[in-house]
């Protein structure tokens, strides 16, 4: 069995594929694990739980965005790190955006109303409010080519998940910091969609989040770009995107 | 300088950051990992607390059973603010947006688990401690605390007996860093990890907190007391939460039969399994009669990590279980104030032995003890803070670290310290697991001792500087050690059998181990005794 990984080694030294044999025939994770004591002591990736749920191991295995942990290992996979970050060495991707990109949606609960909850109210956030934050939504979006400040997947289904909490009674400011590089800068590719561990939807969230926006009286973006221009149905990225208009 | 430096960013920590926050305490949170990524995420099952006082529960009740899962080593002091305060720490991460799960009337559920006579464990489905935690983070980012991620704790430096500062490898740019502080908590999780791949914790979870407060002077306490989850997947060590027990889950051997009643205690449960394997028989859990329904409504995680690691349909088929470690009770010694015995070091969560769950924790309980905790070690650190005066640091030990550090890089590998942390994961769980004797103890203590003699010749074949995992992994193979003696050493001590420890050469409680074990380092020896509980 072989496993082939892009190594980063340093800022200096160009990225490039090397290609291991590994015995075990179990989880990329395992194998990774392989790789780091067996055949290469500096090679660097970060994993934690191993079960799915701190994820931290998310990689991209054969182009596709996976969790190392709960993916199984198949000979000649190809191991990459995410995208849309710089890469610091080998599977490790610097993070530090994660806190900047929720800070500026303010996905927190801002004033607790005095309410009761019900079951199903309960029920209304639960699918959201199991983001494990492993970036993989993150490093599918292809809006981060064209805009950095992109609040993007995760941040935006985070902000569904506190504007439909019945514990909240403001979720003005949430609506108002998602309007722009928010919502309406999404291309509704559903790449983040099909990559997300925990089945969670973000397109779908975000199309949730612009109805309400709308509702709430927000200018209806999508709209406004269509009647300023014509639309050629050829998004930027140089495809044709269904959902382009 | 800031008033409290927080080292470590699971529940417990990000608890103490916000209450510090909510003390108009400055604050710090460092940490290891990313703050999601913590051990705290984990957590399934629930958390505990009298919600209300019925015909069924009471305080006292909590009091009691928790009491009674510690062997008479809970300090019952802790455990009545822990119990009193138990609603009021659930209403308060309610109220900062923790989705619990609700009953029919609309009331946060609450779900009974062994060891109690009543529903007492709140949650949120089962994904309770990774719903907890990151709800914390998110207030923690409204709150505006800062981070500092990917620092690993090498050293505590005190003055008189007085924490004045910690080091710590960056590990993004491999600088060693002092970061000064008036009051420093610990809360960088438990030691589990040391049973390495023996054990439902994370990679991340190697104890260097303990580890690095021994070596600063602080007395660690019961580190014998080692729980073994009785449900982990059969070679994978990965936990199905005992909430499946609790919503009704079987124990069967290879016969189909049951031996033993699924909600006694932990311990006790998982000698029971343990004991079958002896025997040559395996275990199961049989979830099959509850149907995909109920399945899918109170604990969808495990029924997806059943069918994603095993491929399993727990509504049709029975999973083949093993126990394996999975939390430790012991750690640095706290007082009622989450004080340790070092001035202005407090210590929270499962780094600490705080005096909750002695010799046997009860399921629910560690959540419940990370938020409490948390809480308390902020509130009377930042007090302390006030009274702190700043003074010149001595910045001696930053050059010593760092030296320390660049002759660990310039080693040349002659042994293996990848090989050797598989080696004793599997040697503790064999010889200082479930079962403990005199013989087995000796010749584990025997070959720790060896194998610390390997160190010199162990070096790190990655010689960068920027994101150097295998140093950071060589440094905590050195914590990983030294807690592997301390247990070892401990487990020897303790004649007896108690709760999580027992040992066939001494099947019986005895009177005269009423008493919490300690640990200190004295000229470099590990020195255990027994105290009585304050």
Redesign the interface.
């Known amino acids: 069995m072989k496993i082939r990984i892009k190594r980063e080694?340093?800022k200096e030294k160009k990225p490039y594929i090397e290609e291991f044999e590994i015995d075990k025939e179990e989880t990329i994770l395992n194998a990774l694990i392989e790789v780091?004591?067996?055949k290469?002591?500096?090679?660097?990736?970060?994993?934690?739980?191993?079960?799915?749920?701190?994820?931290?191991c998310a990689v991209r295995v054969n182009g596709t965005e996976r969790l190392a942990c709960?993916t199984h290992f198949k000979d000649n996979d190809l191991v990459e790190p995410l995208n849309n970050a710089k890469v610091?060495?080998d599977l490790?991707v610097d993070?530090?955006h994660?806190?900047k990109l929720?800070?500026n949606s303010?996905?927190?609960?801002?004033k607790?109303s005095s309410g009761?909850?019900?079951?199903s109210?309960?029920k209304l956030?639960?699918t959201q409010?199991?983001?494990?934050?492993c970036q993989s939504c993150f490093s599918s979006c292809p809006v981060y080519e064209v805009n950095k400040d992109f609040l993007g997947p995760y941040s935006l289904t985070?902000a569904l998940r506190?504007v439909n909490?019945k514990?909240?009674s403001n979720s003005a400011p949430i609506l108002e910091k998602i309007q722009n590089n928010g919502i309406w800068d999404c291309t509704l590719c559903g790449n983040c969609t099909l990559v997300c561990p925990q089945f969670i939807d973000p397109k779908s969230d975000i199309m949730n989040l612009r109805m309400k926006s709308v509702q709430k009286g927000y200018e209806d973006k999508s709209i406004a770009s269509f009647n300023s221009g014509f639309d050629t149905g050829f998004d930027s990225f140089g495809g044709f995107n269904p959902n382009g208009f | 300088m800031i008033d409290i430096l927080i080292i470590g960013s699971g529940g417990a920590g990000l608890s103490a950051a916000l209450k510090a926050k909510e003390e108009n305490a400055s604050v710090l949170v460092v940490s290891k990992t990313h703050t999601t990524h913590s051990q705290t995420c984990q957590a399934q099952g629930g958390i505990n607390a009298v919600l209300e006082t019925t015909e069924n529960d009471s305080i006292e009740n909590y009091e009691k059973d928790t009491y009674k899962a510690s062997h008479k080593l809970a300090n019952k002091k802790s455990l009545k603010y822990f119990c009193e305060n138990s609603k009021q720490t659930i209403n308060w991460l309610d109220s900062i947006g923790v989705p619990f799960s609700r009953d029919e009337n609309n009331n946060i559920a609450q779900r009974k688990f062994g060891g109690t006579k009543a529903k007492r464990t709140c949650y949120s489905s089962d994904y309770t401690g990774h719903k907890i935690l990151h709800t914390l983070y998110d207030q923690c980012i409204k709150n505006s605390i800062d981070f500092k991620n990917e620092h690993l704790l090498l050293k505590l430096l005190t003055k008189n007996n007085t924490v004045t500062s910690a080091l710590f490898l960056d590990i993004k740019t491999g600088e060693i860093v002092q970061i000064d502080a008036k009051t420093v908590i610990l809360a960088t999780g438990g030691y589990g990890g040391i049973y390495h791949n023996f054990t439902t914790n994370s990679y991340a979870t190697t104890g260097d907190g303990i580890a690095v407060a021994f070596k600063a002077g602080a007395k660690l306490s019961n580190m014998e007391f080692i729980q073994f989850h009785p449900t982990s997947l059969l070679n994978k060590n990965i936990l199905i939460s005992e909430s499946a027990r609790g919503e009704g889950g079987y124990l069967i051997d290879s016969k189909g039969k049951r031996f033993i009643d699924e909600l006694k205690p932990r311990d006790e449960v998982a000698r029971a399994i343990y004991k079958k394997y002896e025997e040559g028989d395996k275990v199961y859990l049989d979830l099959t009669h509850l149907g995909k329904e109920k399945i899918e409504e109170v604990i969808p995680q495990e029924r997806r990590l059943v069918l994603d690691f095993l491929k399993i349909k727990m509504e049709e088929e029975v999973i083949p279980i093993t126990p394996s470690a999975h939390y430790s009770m012991g750690g640095i010694l706290t007082d009622e104030y989450a004080q340790t015995n070092i001035e202005n070091l407090f210590a929270c969560g499962e780094c600490a032995q705080s005096g909750i769950h002695g010799a046997n924790r009860l399921g629910g309980n560690s959540l419940l003890e990370i938020v409490t905790f948390g809480r308390l070690a902020a509130k009377n650190a930042a007090k302390k803070a006030k009274e702190v005066k700043c003074e010149e640091k001595n910045e001696n030990n930053l050059e010593t670290e760092k030296k320390r550090v660049a002759k660990i890089l310039k080693k040349e590998k002659n042994e293996d310290f990848y090989k050797s942390k598989n080696i004793i994961g599997e040697l503790l769980f064999n010889k200082v697991g479930l079962f403990r004797e005199k013989n087995t103890l000796e010749e584990a203590l025997k070959y720790l001792e060896e194998e610390k003699n390997k160190i010199k010749s162990m070096g790190i074949e990655d010689k960068s500087k920027e994101y150097n995992k295998n140093l950071v992994e060589y440094l905590e193979f050195e914590n990983i050690l030294l807690l592997c003696q301390i247990v070892t050493n401990c487990a020897y001590k303790r004649e007896e059998s108690r709760g999580a420890h027992f040992r066939t050469d001494f099947i019986k409680e005895d009177k005269k181990f009423d008493k919490i074990s300690i640990c200190k380092l004295e000229n470099s020896d590990i020195i255990t005794t027994f105290e009585e509980i304050k």
């Open positions: 080694k340093s780091k004591e067996k290469d002591n500096s090679f660097a990736f970060r994993c934690g739980c191993k079960t799915g749920v701190c994820g931290s709960k610091i060495k490790i993070l530090e994660e806190y929720l800070e303010e996905t927190f609960l801002h607790a009761q909850i019900t079951k109210d309960e956030i639960d409010s199991n983001c494990i934050l985070r506190y909490d514990k909240e």
